[in-house]
């Protein structure tokens, strides 16, 4: 797999759906599980049923001491959605609330490898003026890369 990748903006409806690119869609598959970000920032996490499934079981496979309050943050909001015929995603009003995206407002959808993001237009702006050449080069040495 390529992974996921690419920035697009779209509007959330009056009834809380938002439109996924064809692109991710497909990379995702039919079923996938929404959830608040695994780092606290307000954002959404788009995951494939086999990506999931992945997240689960490491989480799972730990004492439960040491993630019990991950398990908290992560499930409480979590659901598992399917696309409808226009390719929409109904964002339930608790996820959107976390990640503080409003009705009838656009909204950024980006892919990020494993997952899909999706972001308030202002918070995305934020964390992208976070991203500097130093911040860049320690990723790649924490990684390895």
Same mark, same amino acid.
């Given at each position: 797999?390529?992974?996921?990748?690419?920035?697009?903006?779209?509007?959330?409806?009056?009834?809380?759906?938002?439109?996924?690119?064809?692109?991710?869609?497909?990379?995702?598959?039919?079923?996938?599980?929404?959830? &608040?970000?695994?780092?606290?920032?307000?954002?959404?996490?788009?995951?494939?049923?086999?990506?999931?499934?992945?997240?689960?079981?490491?989480?799972?496979?730990?004492?439960?001491?040491?993630?019990?309050?991950?398990?908290?943050?992560?499930?409480?909001?979590?659901?598992?959605?399917?696309?409808?015929?226009?390719?929409?995603?109904?964002?339930? *009003?608790?996820?959107?609330?976390?990640?503080?995206?409003?009705?009838?407002?656009? *909204?950024?959808?980006?892919? *990020?490898?494993?997952?899909?993001?999706?972001?308030?237009?202002?918070?995305?702006? &934020?964390?992208?003026?976070?991203?500097?050449?130093?911040?860049?080069?320690?990723?790649?040495?924490?990684?390895?890369?």
């Amino acid at each position: 797999m390529l992974g996921l990748m690419g920035e697009y903006q779209h509007n959330i409806d009056k009834k809380g759906r938002m439109f996924v690119p064809a692109k991710l869609r497909d990379a995702l598959g039919g079923t996938v599980v929404i959830s &608040k970000s695994l780092d606290f920032k307000p954002c959404l996490f788009i995951y494939s049923a086999e990506e999931w499934d992945k997240l689960v079981s490491k989480i799972n496979n730990q004492p439960y001491i040491k993630v019990a309050k991950l398990q908290r943050h992560l499930f409480s909001g979590a659901t598992e959605v399917e696309y409808d015929s226009q390719g929409r995603v109904l964002l339930p *009003a608790v996820l959107r609330e976390y990640a503080h995206l409003k009705e009838s407002e656009q *909204a950024v959808i980006i892919g *990020a490898s494993n997952r899909v993001e999706i972001w308030n237009t202002e918070e995305w702006e &934020k964390v992208t003026g976070e991203i500097n050449e130093e911040n860049i080069e320690q990723a790649l040495l924490d990684c390895e890369i």
